[in-house]
């Protein structure tokens, strides 16, 4: 996902100390408005008050994961919330982990195991009077097989009368056409709560605005009212397009793109074309020069699990479940050189995905790449001989680097590409 960061010129320009649209740290760099106010309660309201589904819908880059980041921030303390981000391989053991705040706890990865642990954890905090939360983000990236494993890990939960796993579930609307394709996996209409998240008016976006540049040590925003309009109508008042559309007009010294609504959608004019997928055959002998083996192809991962439990709760049983099927589009990046890295801020990272001798090997690797951010072609001399690294990608920290690798093509992620302050860079 394309980062509003804005370049160092800018920011010495203005007079920020910080960037103005980082992600939140604490619970007090997080937007209010009355609307928002008014979902978070009602949602608070309603988890505290039934085991209903909380089915929240946004827009892409609506807010959700502040939605999320909010809840966590001001859930009463009887709601015990454990918090998801899915991805666009999700596994019904990612959740289990998820619902023990331990991805490997004990050594253990399989499924099966997991989710005894997890029934176990849940069992104990519904003991202690606690009303156990499963908030998942994202939650649109969940294929169908995934949801239906987890609403039957729910009902295995409540049929031990000792109380009810709660789910919220926040994505975008693909999750409800998925919702339709459960069939009798899907909790009844009554058992389900919808809410919309709505987008910001004129009056929000400059209070948003206002917000998100005090906090980065200005006391106003810096746009006009002309450009004020634009960002209102471009952004369709969600603040993830918001925050896009500003950097990119700061950025630019006035003008701005037009962000479309989907990430699969956004193309940036000259910077991306739609290509060919990546052919593994020509990744052979690329990635290093002492290494010609081919990667393996692309597989699909596979979960088979099911969940129903028997009379002791300590014990829940697996059975077969359907494959999980999950498919990723992209854009074809533009290949910059180590001078376009000289705008970022020296902390920033990139992800380094090989290296060699030879920059020619690295280009025509960087051609077969379908990729969603800039691909850079960086040198550096190393025994007196110029080294390319091909890197990928600017992002905000350390995290967001590694989050990033977890969705490059499984070729790219048998290279062990790795996260790389761009300081280290400036300096070879």
């Known amino acids: 996902m394309r980062q509003p960061i804005l370049k160092n010129n800018v920011m010495l320009r203005l007079g920020l100390t910080t960037q103005p649209f980082k992600q939140a740290e604490e619970c007090e760099e997080l937007f209010h408005n009355t609307s928002s106010d008014m979902l978070i309660n009602s949602i608070k309201q309603q988890l505290a008050a039934n085991d209903k589904i909380q089915l929240v819908i946004g827009e892409y880059r609506s807010g959700k994961s502040c939605l999320c980041r909010r809840l966590l921030c001001e859930a009463p303390p009887e709601l015990s919330i454990c918090y998801y981000k899915a991805h666009k391989r999700p596994r019904i053991d990612d959740l289990f982990s998820a619902l023990l705040s331990d991805t490997r706890l004990n050594g253990s990865s399989d499924a099966q195991s997991l989710a005894v642990q997890a029934a176990k954890r849940v069992f104990r905090q519904l003991r202690d009077n606690q009303q156990p939360v499963l908030l998942i983000d994202d939650a649109h990236l969940l294929t169908t097989p995934v949801l239906r494993m987890l609403f039957r890990f729910q009902d295995a939960i409540s049929k031990q009368n000792r109380g009810k796993l709660k789910i919220a579930l926040v994505g975008e609307r693909q999750l409800q056409e998925k919702w339709h394709t459960l069939d009798n996996a899907a909790p009844a209409d009554e058992a389900v709560y919808t809410s919309l998240i709505r987008p910001l008016n004129r009056q929000e976006i400059t209070s948003y605005l206002d917000f998100r540049f005090a906090l980065a040590g200005i006391k106003k925003n810096p746009f006009s009212d002309k450009q004020l309009q634009m960002i209102q109508k471009e952004s ?31 193309m940036i004019a000259g910077a991306a074309i739609i290509i060919a997928a990546v052919a593994t055959s020509y990744m052979a002998g690329w990635l290093t020069d002492s290494t010609a083996e081919k990667l393996p192809q692309t597989t699909e991962k596979k979960v088979n699990v099911d969940i129903s439990v028997p009379d002791q709760p300590e014990q829940i049983a697996p059975a077969q479940s359907p494959i999980i099927e999950t498919t990723t589009k992209t854009t074809t990046p533009t290949v910059k050189n180590s001078d376009w890295l000289n705008q970022w801020p020296d902390d920033y990272y990139v992800i380094q995905l090989v290296g060699s001798w030879q920059s020619e090997k690295l280009l025509q690797l960087a051609e077969t790449l379908t990729l969603e951010n800039e691909l850079i072609l960086h040198t550096s001399l190393r025994n007196d001989k110029t080294w390319y690294a091909l890197l990928y990608g600017v992002f905000p920290d350390r995290d967001a680097a590694r989050d990033a690798i977890q969705n490059l093509p499984t070729e790219l992620r048998k290279s062990q590409p790795w996260p790389r302050p761009i300081s280290t860079l400036m300096r070879n």
Request: aromatic share 4%.
């Open 236 to 266: 369709a008042g969600a603040p993830g397009k918001i925050e896009l559309l500003a950097s990119d007009i700061l950025n630019n010294g006035g003008t701005g793109f037009k962000v479309l609504s989907s990430p699969r959608l956004l």
